[in-house]
Each structure stands twice: as structure tokens, then as C-alpha cells.
């Protein structure tokens, strides 16, 4: 597709910055004493506690077939201790970025689906092939597009990019954004998670993921590689979920195959588990 097929954006709009949200009070809090030599899992859950509709969503989603615990958990202690700690960081941030993120021009139906496909389905392939730490991945793939709001906010005319990105038979929306408001969307995904303090590894995969040959280049640590090879196979899922076809795949699904050791066969049995989960909608 031609670049040009953006709207040119004015003088005023270049200059306009990207507003990047503040870590909540919460969940700074939160972090802080789970970081500590010895997390108190009772004052994590009462911090937790205070905000009854963040206890709530946190509570249902442990409860779901996400875990699939085989008991029913009724405390946010409970919830904490069979968790553990590093899956409730990953939620807590998970559902704090989604009240901050998911209103006015943020408030993207098909984005947040897609969002929460993919940092399931990034958790569950790191689970099965054992590259990543689960919450690793998980993180990967909340942040990875998480740019794209905050762009729709910043930019009057962001909406016009996405639709011809969205558009697009080949990779080229990284170039786009650039021309169009001399900024991209994973540079901003990486900002929010800098400030957001997810862990380094998270934050240079969320700025390099679309660049395919990066699977490849070994000046990158095989964490940052194999991370976002994940997400291609996780793309490629959620693509023929939406009965269209994943570009990211399209361009570097060989790449990712090799990185993660898995056949032709083995990619077409994740995708397969994968939709079978997205379409039974165990994710809710």
C-alpha cells in the first residue's frame, strides 16, 4: 500500500505531545510491597481492598478458566496465594491501565478485545514452550499496542492512520505513523511502560516488535527476540479469529518458528487451541 495514503498532519498536531498517564497511587503502592525481600500478602490485599471494583475484576478473573484453579477463591489473600505474586502484579496492571486508558477516544471495543486476546494467549504460549516467564509475556502483550489509544488521544486525525494501517496487505504502520505525526505507536507503548516501570525487556520488545529482522539480530538479548516471535504466533491466532490474515506473521512467522523451535504442524495445533479458547470465551 502506498505511505501516502495517511492524512498529512499540520504544523500544530506535529508539535502536539503524547499524553502518557501517570502510574496509579494504587498501584505503586502495590509494587512497592510486593519488591520487598518479604511481600506482606496481607497488607498487599488490603491496599487491593480499598478499591472495591479493582478487588472485584481481580477476584472474578483469578476465579476464571484463565487459571482454571478447580476451586472457588473468595478473598483477594486467597486470590494473592494461589496466584502468587507475580500474576497479581501482572492483573493489578492489567486492570489499572484499563481504567485509565479505556475512555473518551480511548474507549476502543475492538482494541481492548483484542488486547485482552493477546496478553492471555502471549501467556499461555510462554506456559507451553517455556521461552518467557508467563508474566513476562503477559505484560508483552498488554503493553505491546497500548501506543495506539494514546495516540487516537493525542492526534485529531490518528483515526484516518489507523484505518489506512488497518488496511495495509503489508508491514508499513510504524512508517505511517511517523510520516503522520512524527511519532509511532510503539515508541509511546514504550514510554507508558517506562514510566509504568514494566520490566526492560517488556519495554525494548514493545518498541522493536514490528521490526521483523529483529528476531534474527543478535545484538538483542533472545529474551527480547523470543518475546516477540510469541506475539507474531499470538498475532497470527487472533488474525484467523478475525478471518483475516496477520502481516506481522505474514513477514515474520519463519523467523518467529525458528526462534521458538516449533514445526509448521506445531504452530497450526497453537493456533487451532488458541481460537478454540478465544471462541468458547474463557477469557471473560
Not at 6 to 17: D, F, V
Not at 70 to 78: A, K, L, N, P, S
Not at 132 to 160: R, T, V
Not at 180 to 202: K, T
Request: with cysteine.
Amino acid at each position: 500500500m502506498n505511505r501516502s495514503a495517511g492524512t498529512p498532519a499540520s504544523t500544530t498536531e506535529l508539535a502536539r505531545p503524547v499524553n502518557i498517564p501517570p502510574r496509579p497511587a494504587l498501584l505503586i503502592a502495590v509494587q512497592h510491597e510486593m519488591n520487598k525481600e518479604e511481600p506482606h500478602i496481607k497488607k498487599i490485599a488490603r491496599l487491593i481492598n480499598r478499591d472495591v471494583a479493582i478487588s472485584g475484576n481481580l477476584l472474578a478473573i483469578a476465579n476464571s478458566a484463565m487459571f482454571n484453579l478447580g476451586r472457588h477463591i473468595e478473598t483477594v489473600e486467597d486470590a494473592i496465594m494461589l496466584i502468587g505474586l507475580n500474576n497479581c502484579n501482572a492483573l493489578m496492571t492489567s486492570l489499572m491501565m484499563r481504567r485509565a486508558l479505556s475512555h473518551g477516544k480511548m474507549m476502543m471495543p475492538r482494541f481492548w478485545d483484542v488486547s485482552e486476546k493477546r496478553s492471555w494467549g502471549m501467556m499461555y504460549v510462554a506456559k507451553l514452550t517455556r521461552v518467557s516467564s508467563p508474566e513476562l509475556a503477559y505484560n508483552f502483550g498488554l503493553f505491546s499496542d497500548i501506543g495506539i489509544p494514546l495516540m487516537m488521544a493525542s492526534f485529531p486525525n490518528y483515526a484516518q492512520t489507523l484505518n489506512a494501517a488497518n488496511k495495509m496487505e503489508a508491514s508499513g504502520f510504524i512508517e505511517l505513523e511517523n510520516q503522520c505525526h512524527r511519532i509511532n505507536h510503539a515508541v509511546v507503548g514504550g514510554m507508558l511502560a517506562e514510566h509504568w516501570s514494566v520490566d526492560p525487556v517488556v519495554v525494548l520488545a514493545i518498541k522493536k516488535h514490528h521490526t521483523h529482522s529483529i528476531i534474527n539480530d543478535l545484538t538483542f538479548s533472545e529474551k527480547v527476540r523470543q518475546l516477540i516471535a510469541v506475539f507474531y504466533l499470538v498475532d497470527k491466532a487472533i488474525q484467523e479469529h478475525r478471518h483475516t490474515t496477520s502481516v506481522e506473521w505474514k513477514e515474520g512467522g519463519k523467523l518467529a518458528s525458528e526462534i521458538l523451535a516449533l514445526s509448521d504442524e506445531d504452530v497450526e495445533q497453537i493456533c487451532i487451541d488458541l481460537k478454540t479458547h478465544f471462541n468458547s470465551r474463557l477469557l471473560s
